[in-house]
């Protein structure tokens, strides 16, 4: 396997399963509580009020119960961060400190899948060393009073006012086409030659969720007419599903459940300066469903902190639906008009931005007073209006109990009945998509079993590790499981049985990795999370040749079927080899199971 130039060894991939910390991936992403030996909190993967996703450490699997996902901490790294296999194995290698396999040209000849992170690394130093030699940019952050600890922990840098400087740092290392698929240079038409894309601007590093590199935003420090621009739009670089600061973030929000959210990237620095850890930022556009479901990952309650003028209101009352479809509480911060956390901050102090952001007010409140005057000042013909704007919000909150408490102040303002309006809430159910994008289908979610089948119980026997399994030349074959994916695991489990060199049992870490399918991978996490295996039950043996024998009666069945057809159509030389089988069946089923193991 090959990603970019970096060919991925049996070797790499084994050091990273042993090195990685799945409490610890989990963590980033989720708030978890040790119970046992187990982890446990609401998933990161779907969201939840319930906690349904365990982790065990010991055997390195995370499980849900709601959504159904499951795996090893490859897979959680690869489905909270997006990466690919390649991509999540070099990410989780530099964050274990694992070495690296010198990079070379891929084999085979074909065309390499273009890596962008290193070219993107290597802008971000030439930004941070050009900053630390301009006295201008240098004096901008200045006056702008950013704390030298936030310059470095933002990574600001600066692009320098030339049109080829980054070209010409960069350009013996990378070429034209990973510089301009980057973002970081242009390529003009009729074969001109390409320069840089950022020039003269201050330079502020974008990273995922998961604290990759992807992109870059400059704010001029000229007179473009541009005052900001970002990076283009690649698979990893998406605007719509990126907030500037969750890296960094991300702690203190999950460790408060609350997240700030604020319209720029001076306004995160700015909120993090007065010790406001937990702010992040859209990235220049409206919020998104994307970045609404991002932040309830980690919080579970959002003061939007946007401009104190119209254009901010505007942006207020676009966000608060997507907010609350995704079970936010949601407060507004006031601030004085045309102000902002930053520009508050230098003009009255820290401890104005802090007042601001405790003091902010019910969201959907604050939209109840716009919405609704008083009662004397409403006419008959704005009563309907005004009850479909309240059903139209009301109908993105979830929780049943805030909900009704909405309803009976909603109600009391326009001098009606809850009722009444709940009545009128199927009514109108297509206007109340104004608010927001149209809502997805609801998918049920698989309930916890309390009872597992037979073969579940086997392959967690096998797989837990806590008894010695039979000798492999003792297992039945694959068939005794008629559940296909229980088969392909025990035949996964089989297989890499019979090459242990000392007659050990693979773990169940080694199962998953050779198997291909993530519907077995979630599978084997499902069936050791879901509950142990009881040491009251019939011993792995007895198991195995209860699910054999079973399979050898059916099997029985099928060959007296199989008999009757080739005898009917005279096929003599089938029906003596069918005999023989079926004897041979008949003496297997006379047979009793071995002995189980004893325990050590």
């Avoid at 068939?479 to 890499?496: K, S, T, W, Y």
């Avoid at 040749?545 to 099928?558: A, F, P, S």
Wanted: aromatic letters at 6%.
């Amino acid at each position: 396997m090959a990603m970019g130039n970096l060919h991925l060894t049996p070797q790499l991939v084994q050091a990273v399963r042993d090195a990685v910390d799945i409490v610890a991936i989990a963590s980033d992403h989720t708030r978890l509580k040790q119970n046992g030996k187990r982890w446990g909190g609401l998933c990161p993967l779907h969201k939840e009020k319930t906690p349904s996703f365990s982790v065990d450490p010991d055997q390195g699997l995370y499980y849900c119960f709601g959504c159904g996902q499951g795996g090893d901490a490859i897979k959680l790294h690869m489905q909270l961060s997006g990466d690919e296999f390649p991509e999540a194995i070099e990410a989780l290698a530099m964050r274990y400190g694992i070495p690296m396999p010198a990079r070379g040209q891929q084999r085979g000849g074909g065309e390499r899948q273009r890596d962008l992170r290193p070219v993107l690394e290597a802008a971000s130093q030439f930004f941070r060393h050009a900053l630390e030699r301009s006295a201008m940019a240098s004096d901008y952050l200045a006056q702008r009073k950013v704390p030298e600890g936030l310059i470095e922990n933002y990574s600001l840098g600066y692009a320098p006012d030339e049109w080829r400087a980054l070209i010409g740092d960069l350009g013996a290392r990378f070429s034209t086409a990973d510089l301009t698929a980057a973002g970081l240079i242009v390529q003009p038409e009729g074969g001109k030659r390409p320069y840089d894309r950022y020039r003269n601007r201050l330079i502020f590093p974008i990273h995922n969720a998961s604290g990759r590199l992807v992109g870059f935003g400059g704010r001029t420090l000229g007179d473009d007419r541009a005052k900001y621009i970002n990076s283009n739009e690649t698979a990893s670089f998406r605007k719509s599903s990126l907030l500037y600061g969750l890296n960094q973030a991300k702690r203190a929000i999950r460790d408060s459940g609350v997240a700030i959210l604020v319209e720029g990237y001076f306004d995160v620095i700015g909120a993090t300066a007065c010790g406001l850890d937990n702010a992040v930022a859209g990235m220049g556009t409206a919020l998104t469903v994307e970045q609404s479901r991002l932040l309830a990952r980690y919080a579970d309650e959002v003061v939007i902190a946007y401009d104190g003028d119209s254009a901010g209101d505007k942006a207020f009352r676009r966000a608060l639906p997507l907010l609350l479809a995704e079970d936010l509480e949601v407060r507004r911060a006031h601030f004085p008009a045309g102000e902002d956390p930053d520009s508050l901050r230098l003009d009255q102090g820290e401890e104005a931005v802090r007042e601001a952001i405790a003091s902010a007010q019910d969201g959907v409140m604050m939209e109840f007073n716009r919405i609704l005057p008083r009662k004397q000042d409403l006419r008959a013909s704005d009563l309907k209006r005004v009850s479909e704007e309240i059903i139209a919000l009301l109908g993105r909150v979830s929780d049943p109990i805030v909900k009704s408490d909405y309803w009976t102040r909603a109600a009391q303002r326009l001098g009606t009945t809850p009722k009444i309006l709940k009545q009128k809430i199927a009514q109108e159910s297509k206007k109340a998509r104004r608010y927001g994008d149209e809502e997805e289908d609801l998918v049920p979610l698989p309930a916890r079993r309390e009872v597992r089948d037979m073969e579940e119980q086997v392959l967690a026997l096998l797989l837990a590790g806590d008894r010695p399994p039979p000798p492999v030349e003792k297992l039945p074959p694959a068939e005794v499981f008629f559940d296909p994916q229980c088969g392909n695991i025990f035949r996964a489990f089989v297989a890499l049985y019979k090459e242990t060199p000392d007659g050990s049992p693979p773990t169940a870490q080694a199962v998953i990795a050779t198997l291909g399918s993530e519907d077995s991978i979630d599978r084997v996490a499902q069936i050791l999370l879901e509950m142990s295996a009881d040491p009251g039950i019939a011993g792995t043996v007895s198991l195995l040749g209860t699910l054999e024998k079973r399979w050898l009666e059916k099997r029985q069945r099928d060959l007296t079927a199989e008999m009757d057809e080739a005898q009917r159509r005279g096929d003599i030389e089938r029906l003596e080899r069918l005999v023989q089988e079926k004897t041979s069946l008949s003496r297997s089923l006379h047979r009793g199971p071995a002995p189980e193991p004893e325990l050590t």
